[in-house]
T-cell receptor, first 112, second 115 residues
């Protein structure tokens, strides 16, 4: 199993550009989440999903969109990038039965 | 909503000493409290967790204690080793999240173990 994979690993955007951060898991987990990590602020939940076709907002959803068309994939879209979205983004998944969340390796995003 | 405070932000210990990291939470309905370890350039990894119906849990050199009345929980690492050096995060699962995996994280503690 590859676990949770994220692409790209690094990305530099200009203000106003859009992009999609990819996340995939091969563990057949029902639940998937996106977090952003900023210095001194821990990990903050952006959006999460409890299954294909179902998504909901977390603590800091503004400026981000998600969709969940399959169990495996949970892409995060930045519609119009802003410098405040410079961060490290982590995708995570877990099964409905067990509590442990598995995190991907992260995407480091810089918005100029 | 739920708020989790974590202290200290940095912790430096000598190899072989113990390390303690503390977290407090605000929502008394939270019932699941995991601890994650994050090594440089990697995603967080679960090291131990505790449910609200248990006061203490141990796994080799790592233990977690929970005081529901005071709404705080702590991570204890004994006989620290250089490979324990990492960033540690506590988290709480707030009311309404059920089994959705929705976690609220503390700010993180950078632990340095000096050889």
């Amino acid at each position: 199993n590859a676990g949770v994979t994220q692409t790209p690993k690094f990305q530099v955007l200009k203000t106003g550009q859009s992009m999609t951060l990819q996340c995939a898991q091969d563990m057949n987990h029902e639940y998937m989440s996106w977090y952003r990590q900023d210095p001194g602020m821990g990990l903050r939940l952006i959006h999460y999903s409890v299954g294909a076709g179902i998504t909901d907002q977390g603590e800091v959803p503004n400026g981000y969109n998600v969709s969940r068309s399959t169990t495996e994939d949970f892409p995060l879209r930045l519609l119009s990038a802003a410098p405040s979205q410079t961060s490290v983004y982590f995708c995570a998944s877990r099964s409905r039965v067990h509590n442990e969340q598995f995190f991907g390796p992260g995407t480091r995003l810089t918005v100029l | 909503g739920e708020n989790v405070e974590q202290h200290p932000s940095t912790l430096s210990v000598q190899e072989g000493d113990s390390a303690v990291i503390k977290c407090t939470y605000s929502d008394s309905a939270s019932n699941y409290f995991p601890w994650y370890k994050q090594e440089l350039g990697k995603g967080p990894q679960l090291i131990i967790d505790i449910r609200s119906n248990v006061g203490e849990k141990k796994d080799q050199r790592i233990a977690v204690t929970l005081n529901k009345t005071a709404k705080h929980f702590s991570l204890h690492i004994t006989e620290t080793q250089p490979e324990d050096s990492a960033v540690y995060f506590c988290a709480a699962s707030p009311l309404g999240s059920g089994n959705t995996g929705k976690l609220i994280f503390g700010q993180g503690t950078t632990l340095q173990v000096k050889p």
